[in-house]
């Protein structure tokens, strides 16, 4: 009994502290206004798109084409990150 009494009281506090961690992580400054973020991931058929050219000049186009929407009002970022079964590639 007094195992799981210790085995318990420990995952409560691990519990806590992770609890309090993710509120110290969801209030810190990031660096720059989340509230107009868009994350998107995007994959690419191989098939389609068998080297880095061809995905380079897909991704390209994308960015023209959100720069084009974004108009006065915003500002486009792109970062691409491409990783394909371990390998990394690169779509600069």
Same mark, same amino acid.
């Given at each position: 009994?007094?195992? &799981? +009494?210790?085995?318990?009281? $420990?995952?409560? #506090? /691990? *519990? =806590?502290?992770?609890?309090?961690?993710? +509120?110290?992580? /969801? /209030?810190?400054? !990031?660096?720059?206004?989340?509230?107009?973020?868009? *994350? #998107?991931? #995007?994959?690419?058929? &191989? $098939? !389609?798109?068998?080297?880095? &050219?061809?995905?380079?000049?897909?991704?390209?186009? +994308?960015?023209?084409? *959100?720069? =084009?929407?974004?108009?006065? $009002?915003?500002? +486009?970022?792109?970062?691409?990150? *491409?990783?394909?079964?371990? !390998?990394? =590639?690169? /779509?600069?």
């Amino acid at each position: 009994m007094g195992l &799981e +009494v210790g085995l318990s009281a $420990a995952l409560l #506090v /691990t *519990a =806590g502290l992770l609890i309090a961690s993710f +509120v110290r992580l /969801t /209030t810190i400054d !990031k660096g720059f206004d989340v509230d107009r973020v868009l *994350a #998107v991931d #995007v994959r690419l058929p &191989e $098939a !389609k798109y068998p080297n880095p &050219e061809p995905r380079s000049a897909f991704f390209q186009r +994308v960015l023209d084409q *959100a720069r =084009g929407i974004a108009g006065r $009002a915003g500002r +486009v970022d792109l970062l691409l990150l *491409a990783i394909a079964r371990g !390998k990394a =590639g690169s /779509t600069s």
